[in-house]
């Protein structure tokens, strides 16, 4: 095998970039499970026999209801992807498949979202969601994030339905299908490749977000996991091994979603730099 | 059937037809518009109309105009803090453009060596940070840096710049250097991505064709690569941009919303919040704090605007 020197030293540098990438994550990771001596001791050494403990998970589940703060989460991210996909497709296919009055500039208004952040406007959205009584409810973070997600979810799901071949709905169209069911019986289950792509600009920014937890639902045991851990750590700062478990729990969920399916994520954001 | 009722209602009135608005393409619109103008813009536009006014204790607000902007840019309880945290903020943005796209440009350009073994393995685990939250991030490197658990002083010393440690994060020379690059750390995955997207999509003649006419790698990516990927680093710019003067978390989770020591690391983020709900012995007032969001908003429409009309109009795209 012909190896050149050049390529040798491409992949020393990838590599330490990789380390210094990943180190810091797994530093947490392994010491999460070590006794309070070992993390101070030996912080680079993996547990063995003698320093592996679950202290600081056992203080973590004590002290937080870290499965009530995941739930939340969970429900909070899932129910938004669901409808920024949904309300997203419909608008995107109205906006790409019908030429009617005020389509520009609909699609213009829309895009304001894509550049403006919507915390800006966090005043008033307090203001509101005091006046609705939601404050301290998923549902407010919902209503937020759905209102966030959709501008960039409209134009993506846009692009896409533009692929789609024209000949299906034209031949559903002679058959007399309604607009409605060629939306949902067709469009819809067609796009479900591009809600990889949506997922990774709606989901990650809303499981990740500590702004509106922190300023819409603070308490009343509906803190989101990130929300969760950064008030936890704010009581516990001094328990090493109860700071490094809680971090843990954040991460792990994480990891394994994106390990499992880094292929989708990293091909969505690429073909969504395309164009 | 369709052409039955196609023809019957255009006899009976074929002007209303066309004027009036097809039922269907309004239910699809109706409910993103409705939820994103109920919940983005409407709260975007008061906050403007809420900038204009000032409460009092009772919570009545009266409209006083431009007063909370002349507060904010002249008082001297006010603007001191405005200015610095704009001031970081620019700092913080500065490094990112530099640090951060710098860093991303390059590992993209390694990762689009052709036939590179383990590409997309590099890929995903560089790209891996950025999907953590800045919150578990920022508590991360305050445990690495933390001069306690001595983590960061032993691994400087094994490779022999261990005299060069301090308290980094804890210094008020140095805190806003050092959040700024626990950011990009996190996110150098980014422009990586959206950078390797452009180079991968440079056809390969053309590289040939620079290659055989005696360009050597350096004048490859500086006359080649380079101008066909600049609509790419104008995107990166931009989003940087937006995310930095829009950028909390980390501060917040570091060091809290004074953004301390001593405000060395307040950007517009934390000041804006610590407005709104105040802090210590300030009260927070909703007035004020819509005035700093109007305030961030202008900078970035400047910024947006900037982009649009300044970089973007001289960049041309190439299709291939």
Redesign the interface.
Known sequence: MNVRPGRIAVHIGLILYTILALGPIVLILINAFKTRRAIFADPLGLPNGQTFTSIGFDRVFANADFGLYFFNSLTVTIVSLVLIVLIGAMAAWALTEYKFPGNTLIGLYLAIGIMVPIRLGSVSILRMMVELNLVNTLTALILVYVAQGLPLAILILGEFIQQIPKDLRDAARCDGVSEYRIFFSIILPLISPAIATVAVFTMVPVWNDLWFPLILAPGDGKQTITLGVQQFIGQYVTDWNAVLASLTLAIAPVLVLYLLFSRYLVRGLTAGAVK | ??DLTATSVQRADAVPVRAR??V??A???A???A??T???????I??IR?SLYAGDETGARSFVGFQNFQTLLGDPNWSGHFWNALRNNLIFFAIHMVVQNG?GLG?AM??S?PR???G?V????????T??????IG???Q??LNPL???AP?LLKAVGLGSLFGPWLGQESTALLTVSLISV?QF?GIPM??I???L??IPDDLLDAATVDGAGPFSVFWFVRLPLILP?LG?VS?LTF?ANF?A??LI??IKGALAGPNFSTDIL?TFFYRT?FGFQLQVGS?TM??AV??A??II??IG?LIYLFGVQRRLQRHTF
């Open positions: 059937m369709t608005f097809p269907h393409i239910v699809f619109l409910p993103a518009l939820i994103y109920l919940f983005s813009i409407y709260p975007l008061d906050t809420l860093i590992l390694l990762l060596l590179l073994a383990g997309s590099y890929r995903t685990l560089i790209f891996l940070p999907m953590l939250s800045v919150v578990i508590f991360i490197w445990l690495i658990w001595g983590i032993s750390w150098v991505m959206l390797y997207a452009a991968l999509n790419t995107v931009i937006v829009n909390f978390d917040y989770a983020g709104f909703p704090g819509a969001a109007t961030m908003l970035i429409l947006v």
